[in-house]
């Protein structure tokens, strides 16, 4: 399987690719970095021409995307959370207009599958991921959070493929 991960961002963007065939290899990564002062029609544009980039580069299975984070009763986060909500948006349609599935998965399910911890910091998140995937540095931020979506997305798809053969009929138990 080949993953196209995003974390979505409309300043900094992650990106992660990430294959499983037939061992699980990083290809690429890093971040999508544009001016905090461009307007947000524009960075939105230019972050939808990247995704469609990688997608037409990477001719993805599936892409990954991490959902955005709101902490609970804290207004401040609702402009961040609605500006990546617009980026997750963008990585969306992008997918969707070239009939690739995306799979969405929760800052929480992310850290257990990667770090087998559901609050695992970022630094515990950039150890585990480097060293599971043979990095020989820790990643950014960003593109640390993107490959950690596409590392649990093929953990994830890999448990499910194992479960559907363990209770499919006719299977050997």
């Known amino acids: 399987m080949r993953v196209l991960a995003i974390d979505p961002g409309t300043i900094k963007m992650g990106y992660g690719f990430i294959t499983s065939e037939p ?3 990083v290809v690429d990564y890093g971040v999508v970095t544009l001016s905090r002062y461009m307007a947000i029609e524009e960075r939105l544009f230019q972050l939808f021409t990247h995704v ?3 997608i037409s580069v990477f001719n993805p299975d599936a892409v990954a995307v991490e959902e955005p984070f709101l902490g609970r009763g804290d207004r401040q986060f609702i402009g961040p959370a609605i500006a990546v909500g617009q980026a997750q948006a963008l990585v969306l349609i992008g997918a969707a207009s070239a009939g690739i599935p995306v799979h969405r998965y929760s800052p929480a399910e992310v850290k ?3 770090a087998d911890y ?5 630094d515990q998140m950039q150890r585990a991921l480097a060293a599971t995937l043979g990095l ?9 959070d993107a490959l950690s979506v596409g590392l649990c ?4 798809t890999n ?4 479960l559907s053969r363990e209770i499919s009929p006719g299977s050997e138990r």
């Open 136 to 144: 020989d540095s820790l990643p950014e931020s960003d593109a640390a």
């Open 153 to 156: 997305h093929l953990i994830h």
């Open 118 to 122: 559901g609050a695992a910091t970022k």
């Open 52 to 54: 469609r980039n990688m």
């Open 23 to 25: 061992a699980t290899e």
């Open 159 to 162: 448990a499910t493929s194992a």
């Open 112 to 114: 257990r599958a990667v």
